[in-house]
Each structure stands twice: as C-alpha cells, then as structure tokens.
C-alpha cells in the first residue's frame, strides 16, 4: 500500500468516524414523525392517518402542493387529505412525506458555497424527472426513482454540514486546480459524496438497489445491483444540466456514455437531446411547485 492510500484510507475512517455519530439533527415535526411510523404499519387505517396529516396545516399545504404538480397529472384537483391518500395511495404518500422528512431534518444554514435553496431545488427536480423517465421507460418502481433522485446528492449537503472546513477546502481545490468535485472530495475527506450518500442511506436502512444507485449515479456502468435505476438518476441529473434548470455547480460538465445511451435503449445522443427537449414543461412547472414548498 503506497503513503498516498493510506492517507487516503485514514482521511475515510475519519469521515465514518463522523458519519455514524450524526445525532444533533433538529427533530422533525410530529405530524411527519407519526404519519411515518402510522405508514409503516400493517394494518393502516386512512382516517387516523388523514387526523395525523391534518394537525399540520404547513404539512397539508405541502403533501396537497405537490399532489397537484405535473409530477402526477392527476386530472382533478386534489383539495384535501383525505382525497390525497385516494387518489395517490400509500405508497406515493410515504414518498411524499419521506421527502418533506429530509429537507426539515436536514436545513442548514444558505452562505457563499451552496445555497440551500438551490441545493433542494435540484434534488427535487431530479427526483421528479426521475420518476416520470421511471414510468417513461417502464422501470417497475417510479416512487423509488423518484426518492434516488431526491437524494442522489444527498452527500454533498452533509458534508457542507458536518464537513464544513473540508467542504471549503473542497471548493477551494476544484477552482485552483481545475479537478472535478469527486477527485477533490476523496483527496479531502477520503470519500466522494457519493459514497457518504451511499454510507448515510445503507446506515439508515433504505433499500439496497436505492443505496447502490445513489453510489453509482455519476458512473452507472459500474453499479451491479441497480444500473438502470442509477443510469435513470444520473440522466434525470444530466437533465438539469441541459435544460439550465435546477442546475447546480458541483455537476457541471456532466456526460453521459455510449452504454449509458444503450441502457436507455437509445442508439445516438440526439435522440436523448429530444427525449430531454420533452422534459421541458415538467422542469419548469416543477420549479414552480418549489417555490411553494420553501
């Protein structure tokens, strides 16, 4: 093992030292907490369910928000809660929710390295776009594209939050040496953020395909478990890119590769070009919905 691994391998185990005693996270509001934990349940029962939601109003304003977005196209209005569970099920519920978990647990302060708002713009936008390619492209799980998307670059909040003198550092070597983010976040802190969003999500238990999609969102090729929901991810992420929508800085000069064009079933990138030029509405319109959530 060379000087340069074996800095390399302490700088990671004292990134995990960190990773697995993340505890001070301000708690989640009890609504989403017991809506949660009442979704997990076997037996679930719609109206208890629906009394939980309802006890906060800025919950409600948000489930029912992105109801009514073009992420579900739903063709009448949803108005209440208990129209939402209808319509939406379970399923896409918890995925909601779950959602809207993250972000209160995890906002952190906006200062000049990453804007918080940006940050959960993207995520959403590439979370939306990856549950409409889902179902455009018959994956059989659009509610898991749409969390992987969500939380594709989940690691890059984390370390601007638990990291952030590395994170500084990060920034600084990227603009200084002209290296991509990836190769300065292993040179710093012994891990991309990939692998922190990876390691984050394998700790908390979410399913193995989601974890490994995440691990492998900039270079899909590679994953085992899960390529075409990682190849998914990273085009609903080149998506942002394209249509300079939800963009954000640490994926600029985003490519996609040949077998990532063969894996959509494409033959040519200009194909891809159209199928990105369709996504356009969505991406506007879903910008939009944003707003309304922060």
């Known amino acids: 093992m060379t000087a340069f691994q074996l800095t390399e391998q302490k700088k990671r185990e004292r ?7 993340i505890y001070n996270l301000p708690p989640i509001p009890n609504a989403i907490k017991e809506a949660l934990e009442m979704l997990d349940k076997p037996a679930l029962n719609s109206h208890a369910l629906s009394s939980i939601i309802s006890r906060d109003q800025g919950l409600v304003t948000k489930i029912l928000t ?7 196209g739903l063709q009448r209005k949803v108005t209440t809660i208990d ?3 209808l319509v939406l099920g379970y399923s896409e519920l918890r995925n909601i929710i779950s959602v809207l978990s993250i972000v209160e647990a995890f906002k952190n302060k906006t200062d000049q390295y990453l804007s918080q708002k940006e940050f959960w713009l993207h995520s959403y936008l590439t979370g939306s776009a990856a549950k409409r390619l889902a179902e455009d492209f018959d994956f059989p799980n ?15 909040s984390i370390m601007h939050r638990f990291f952030h003198a590395d994170f500084i550092e990060v920034y600084n070597i ?6 991509s983010y990836s190769e300065a976040e292993l040179e710093v802190l012994g891990m ?9 999500t394998d700790k908390w238990n979410f399913p193995e395909t ?10 899909p090729n590679d994953s085992k478990d899960s390529k075409s ?7 609903a992420d080149y998506m942002t890119e394209k249509l300079n929508i939800g963009n954000c800085y640490w994926d600029k000069n985003l490519q996609l590769s040949d077998s990532e064009i063969g894996l959509l079933r494409f033959r040519e990138t200009e194909q891809i070009e159209k199928l990105i030029e369709n996504y356009k509405d969505l991406f506007v319109e879903q910008a939009e919905t944003v707003r309304y959530l922060s």
């Open 15 to 21: 990134t995990e030292l960190v990773l697995r005693n």
């Open 66 to 72: 992105i109801a009514n977005s073009p992420l579900y």
């Open 83 to 85: 129209f939402a569970i």
């Open 142 to 156: 659009s509610g898991e594209a749409f969390i992987g998307g969500f939380l594709h670059d989940f690691g890059f």
């Open 174 to 179: 990227v603009n200084q040496k002209g290296v």
């Open 192 to 200: 991309s953020h990939q692998q922190i969003g990876h390691y984050l």
């Open 210 to 219: 989601l974890c490994d999609a995440i691990l492998y969102h900039h270079n």
């Open 229 to 235: 929901l990682a190849t998914i991810i990273h085009l």
